[in-house]
């Protein structure tokens, strides 16, 4: 981002608590966090087609957020798929708890206060402006809160659009379904899925079709893991406590016999 416009954002009066990349510490969280997911999740699955992705276009992804592991979600995705400079908005609340997340790229969002939204969103803009923007991957939970999986209308949250009215450059605006599974394993497993890019008509009824749209996709995520799908697996975690005793008791089999 250009320092002027940077320091103008965080000369107002506002909470704004800005993101400071820094590759050691994404070094340091990258050590911390692949064992962490890979104990916590038995593995985690990509379905349906990958978009293709534009190569010099700002990337803004919208998942559904009901899990406390979404972020650590598009942390592991960027690793696997975009490679990009990485940018999360994040609940200030949240964010001041875990202000080491700013070094990896976090930025927060007050939406207690409609100036709080406004500033969020200005700085997001500048994100998405210049030449630099290009190589940059932005996060936005559209519902702006963690909700359960199956929570209809999804919320999705007019800041957004606001967004969008006033970007000069393209972006390429993608929907992400994430969903957690209990299914033969210890651990859960997660199934991801992406939307093709979304078209932005600047049409009044956007918003609600975006949300419908997301809505759809989920449950198409749903249909997929129903019918036993596993696409294409991103991370495998550790053997479980289960996939190790049958392992060992298949061992012992042989030489018993």
Not at 26 to 39: E, G, K, V
Not at 148 to 167: A, E, F, N, S
Request: proline share 7%.
């Amino acid at each position: 981002m250009r320092a002027g416009a940077e320091q103008g954002l965080r000369g107002e009066d506002a909470p704004l608590i800005t993101a400071r990349h820094s590759k050691a510490a994404q070094a340091l969280f990258h050590l911390y966090i692949m064992p962490a997911m890979q104990r916590q999740f038995h593995s985690v699955h990509l379905l349906g087609d990958e978009p293709a992705w534009p190569a010099y276009t700002p990337l803004i992804i919208l998942p559904n957020h009901s899990t406390w592991w979404d972020g650590f979600v598009i942390y592991l995705l960027n690793i696997r798929l975009w490679r990009r400079q990485p940018w999360v908005m994040m609940l200030e609340e949240q964010l001041r708890k875990r202000p080491f997340f700013r070094r990896l790229g976090v930025f927060s969002i007050d939406p207690a206060t409609p100036g709080g939204v406004r500033r969020s969103l200005r700085y997001t803009r500048e994100l998405l402006s210049g030449e630099e923007a290009g190589g940059r991957m932005l996060c936005l939970f559209p519902q702006g809160e963690l909700l359960p999986w199956d929570h209809r209308p999804l919320g999705y949250k007019p800041g957004l659009i606001w967004l969008l009215q006033r970007l000069e450059s393209p972006v390429c605006l993608v929907q992400l379904g994430i969903r957690g599974e209990f299914l033969q394993q210890q651990r859960p497993q997660l199934f991801l899925e992406f939307s093709p890019p979304l078209e932005w008509s600047g049409g009044e009824n956007t918003l609600r079709e975006w949300e419908q749209a997301h809505a759809a996709l989920l449950e198409r995520l749903s249909g997929r893991i129903a019918a036993g799908e596993e696409g294409r697996i991103l991370l495998q975690g550790r053997r479980s406590v289960d996939a190790r005793w049958q392992y060992w008791r298949g061992l012992l089999r042989r030489e018993v016999l």
